[in-house]
Nanobody
Framework: QVQLVESGGGLVQPGGSLRLSCVAS????????MGWYRQAPGKQRELVAA???????NYADSVKGRFAISRDNAKNTVYLQMGSLKPEDTAVYYC???????????WGPGTQVTVSS
């Protein structure tokens, strides 16, 4: 069974930092590209950051310079380090795993991030 489980969400003040983690099981983690998406109320889900199996990263323009995605294949974990948080970062953050070669794709249940004073 494939399972992605996010953790690390919570309430933070503007300008604060938070680190999200996503632990994957049931897949050969090292060959999957990993991504973080977010969805705010009334908005479409959007890609925040992605990291390929080879370690190449990509970020949404809105988070460039503030967020950093990384992966630890030995721990089957992908991280999203979030800094200089803004109220507009408030959303449910979802972990995604995909393998282009096979078309496999999986989602975690999400974790809430709220940035507010």
């Amino acid at each position: 069974q494939v399972q992605l489980v996010e953790s690390g969400g919570g309430l933070v003040q503007p300008g604060g930092s938070l680190r999200l983690s996503c632990v994957a099981s049931g897949i050969m983690f090292s060959i999957y590209g990993m991504g973080w998406y977010r969805q705010a109320p009334g908005k479409q889900r959007e890609l925040v950051a992605a990291i390929t199996s080879g370690g190449r990263t990509n970020y949404a323009d809105s988070v460039k310079g503030r967020f950093a995605i990384s992966r630890d294949n030995a721990k089957n974990t992908v991280y999203l380090q979030m800094g200089s948080l803004k109220p507009e970062d408030t959303a449910v953050y979802y972990c995604n795993a995909k393998r282009v070669a096979s078309g496999d794709g999986y989602w975690g249940p999400g974790t809430q991030v709220t940035v507010s004073s």
